[in-house]
Nanobody, 120 residues
Framework: QVQLVESGGGLVQPGGSLRLSCAAS????????MSWYRQAPEKERELVAS????????NYADAVKGRFTISRDNTKNTVYLQMNSLKAEDTAVYYC?????????????WGQGTQVTVSS
């Protein structure tokens, strides 16, 4: 079955950096785009960044452009989110997402999430 396991969250001061990782299994990782989402308290889940299957194209939410970088290592079935210049408003649970084709249908799979807290 599809599994996505995030790690790397924690408490960091404003201006600091964190690197999130998401280890994937149960599907052909290198053939699917991957995404990071986040959800802050009392807010809807929002797309942060996405990357195509081969890693040649990326997309970012306006709020994180220039500060966050999504990347992937298809030899390790892992997608990363490097977060720099963190702000208090980046505080959220961050989720890894895969949209996988199963038969005739697409399915969204989510990890358990990793908490990122930006505070002094």
């Amino acid at each position: 079955q599809v599994q996505l396991v995030e790690s790397g969250g924690g408490l960091v001061q404003p201006g600091g950096s964190l690197r999130l990782s998401c280890a994937a299994s149960g599907f052909t990782f290198g053939t699917y785009s991957m995404s990071w989402y986040r959800q802050a308290p009392e807010k809807e889940r929002e797309l942060v960044a996405s990357i195509t299957a081969a890693g040649g194209s990326t997309n970012y939410a306006d709020a994180v452009k220039g500060r966050f970088t999504i990347s992937r290592d298809n030899t390790k079935n892992t997608v990363y989110l490097q977060m720099n210049s963190l702000k208090a408003e980046d505080t959220a649970v961050y989720y890894c997402n895969a949209k996988v084709l199963r038969g005739p249908s697409w399915y969204y799979f989510w990890g358990q999430g990793t908490q990122v807290t930006v505070s002094s």
